[in-house]
């Protein structure tokens, strides 16, 4: 079955860089567009970021461009979130997402927390 790993989750300090990664297994990963989304404590799901299957093109949110930036490697079946001068409102869970067919496939999830 399909089966999405988030890890790279942590506490950092305003400033700081993460980079969370998602190992992807139960599909053919090459050939699909991943996404990373976040949700924040009393707030919705949001995308922060996405790319497509050959990693020939991204989109970002406006409040993480010029900061994150997404990547992939298809051999290793993972998707990569590099988030750099990070601030207190990036402070949320992390979770990666695949779309196939009508079906969504989320992962568990990684908490980022900005503090200092």
């Known amino acids: 079955q399909v089966q999405l790993v988030e890890s790279g989750g942590g506490l950092v300090q305003p400033g700081g860089s993460l980079r969370l990664s998602c190992v992807a297994s139960?599909?053919?990963?090459?050939?699909?567009?991943m996404g990373w989304y976040r949700q924040a404590p009393g707030k919705e799901r949001e995308l922060v970021a996405t790319?497509?299957?050959?990693?020939?093109?991204?989109t970002y949110a406006d409040s993480v461009k010029g900061r994150f930036s997404i990547s992939r490697d298809n051999a290793k079946n993972t998707v990569y979130l590099q988030m750099n001068s990070m601030k207190p409102d990036d402070t949320a869970v992390y979770y990666c997402?695949?779309?196939?067919?009508?079906?969504?496939?989320w992962g568990q999830g990684t908490q980022v927390t900005v503090s200092s």
């Open positions: 997402k695949v779309s196939l067919l009508s079906d969504d496939h």
């Open positions: 139960g599909f053919t990963f090459r050939f699909y567009t």
């Open positions: 790319i497509t299957a050959a990693g020939s093109s991204t």
